[in-house]
T-cell receptor, first 116, second 115 residues
Framework: AQKVTQAQTEISVVEKEDVTLDCVYETRDTTYYLFWYKQPPSGELVFLIRRNSFDEQNEISGRYSWNFQKSTSSFNFTITASQVVDSAVYFCALSGVRGSAWQLTFGSGTQLTVLP | DSGVTQTPKHLITATGQRVTLRCSPRSGDLSVYWYQQSLDQGLQFLIQYYNGEERAKGNILERFSAQQFPDLHSELNLSSLELGDSALYFC??????????????FGPGTRLTVL
């Protein structure tokens, strides 16, 4: 079975602080994909990043960076110099094959509040 | 804008009623997925259709059903509604969703409130 754990339910930081959102996953698949989504107060799900299980290179996109470590089954997300607009719920997700279909399993989400 | 549309945006109804949520996938996408986001269960996969056929089932209640039509739009039917069915329902679509992985693109969601 697939499982994604986001142990941090809520995080509050002050603007310009760096913040790391943790994600730990469980899967028996050798091929899988990991994702981060952002859900702002408006409710839509915004895709941030996808990594496949064979690519452990860290990635940086502007103020966002991701650290994928297969050895610890973690895929952590860091926001550098946080801004108020970063306030949202962030979901980590895992996709693996179940039967003949890819299925996406989400973590419970981390509510990030960035205070001015 | 993901290209996935969902209607209605909001729906308020009473317990015991039946509602239908509609989803139009991105142009060219053959797979449609339904997800439920509720306070107690989080974001859960409900069901997937591929080119009109049911492909995978998740934690979907027997009171819920879905279908995908020849024009590839999909409907999620929720019946005998209970207070606990109040949630945000997302539809997503992907090109295929079979052997080779394809990105899922999410719609804006339908917020269902059961009173």
């Amino acid at each position: 079975a697939q499982k994604v754990t986001q142990a941090q339910t809520e995080i509050s930081v002050v603007e310009k602080e760096d913040v790391t959102l943790d994600c730990v996953y469980e899967t028996r698949d050798t091929t899988y994909y990991l994702f981060w989504y952002k859900q702002p107060p408006s409710g839509e799900l915004v895709f941030l990043i996808r990594r496949n299980s064979f690519d452990e290179q860290n990635e940086i996109s502007g103020r966002y960076s991701w650290n994928f470590q297969k050895s610890t089954s973690s895929f952590n997300f860091t926001i550098t110099a946080s801004q108020v607009v970063d306030s949202a719920v962030y979901f980590c997700a895992l996709s693996g094959v179940r039967g003949s279909a890819w299925q996406l399993t989400f973590g419970s989400g981390t509510q990030l509040t960035v205070l001015p | 804008d993901s290209g996935v549309t969902q209607t209605p945006k909001h729906l308020i109804t009473a317990t015991g009623q039946r509602v239908t949520l509609r989803c139009s996938p991105r142009s060219g996408d053959l797979s449609v997925y339904w997800y439920q986001q509720s306070l107690d269960q989080g974001l859960q996969f409900l069901i997937q259709y591929y080119n009109g056929e049911e492909r995978a089932k998740g934690n979907i209640l027997e009171r819920f059903s879905a279908q995908q039509f020849p024009d590839l739009h999909s409907e999620l039917n929720l019946s005998s509604l209970e207070l606990g069915d109040s949630a945000l329902y997302f539809c997503a679509s992907s090109l295929s969703g079979l052997a080779r992985y394809n990105e899922q693109f999410f719609g804006p969601g339908t917020r269902l409130t059961v009173l």
